[in-house]
């Protein structure tokens, strides 16, 4: 995984708060999520089948189905998220090439100690999983409601009156 995400990772955390909104447990078909955000609907439900694949959303079929939250949005983290679209490698991987170059005539023990630098690298990679970790759909949820109060109401009318893509 890197530290640069695909598009994939804004589209589903987009349509994770707005099943939140709809919040009527009956799925949401692919189609009128893809439409809702003008997104390309084969692309989205790949990326809606990997939320499903990690449980975080249900996969319903059927001409009625779609996609409804499989587990309490508070429950829902945003590393969840991106470890489902992403996977779970990590962004940095040390290639030891201090070992190289001028490092290839030093002994083995001018090595013990671990690379500084991946060290650091973990360190950072490791601050931004836990804080990704820390916050919920629902702390997305909340903090979007409380700076546009009229968003849910807005986003649930738009639905209601857009026809599936």
């Not at 694949?53 to 409804?68: N, Q, T, W, Y």
């Not at 997305?140 to 738009?158: C, G, K, M, N």
Request: hydrophobic share 40%; aromatic share 4%.
């Amino acid at each position: 995984m890197g530290m640069r995400m695909s598009q994939g990772v804004e589209w589903t955390l987009h349509v994770l708060l707005t099943l939140t909104w709809l919040d009527d447990d009956e799925p949401v078909a692919v189609g009128r999520l893809a439409a809702g955000h003008d997104l390309p609907a084969p692309y989205l439900n790949k990326q809606l089948q990997a939320l499903a694949k990690a449980d975080i959303l249900e996969s319903v079929p059927g001409s009625r189905g779609g996609f409804r939250l499989a587990r309490p949005a508070a429950s829902i983290t945003l590393m969840d998220v991106v470890a489902a679209i992403e996977g779970t490698r990590e962004a940095f991987r040390c290639a030891e090439i201090r070992k190289q170059g001028v490092g290839a005539d030093l002994p083995s023990s001018a090595f013990r100690a671990p690379c500084a630098i991946s060290a650091s690298m973990r360190r950072a990679e490791l601050a931004w999983r836990r804080e990704l970790a820390s916050r919920t759909i629902a702390d997305i949820r909340a903090e979007v409601d409380e700076r546009s109060p009229d968003a849910q109401r807005l986003t649930r009318s738009a639905y209601d009156r857009r026809p599936e893509g």
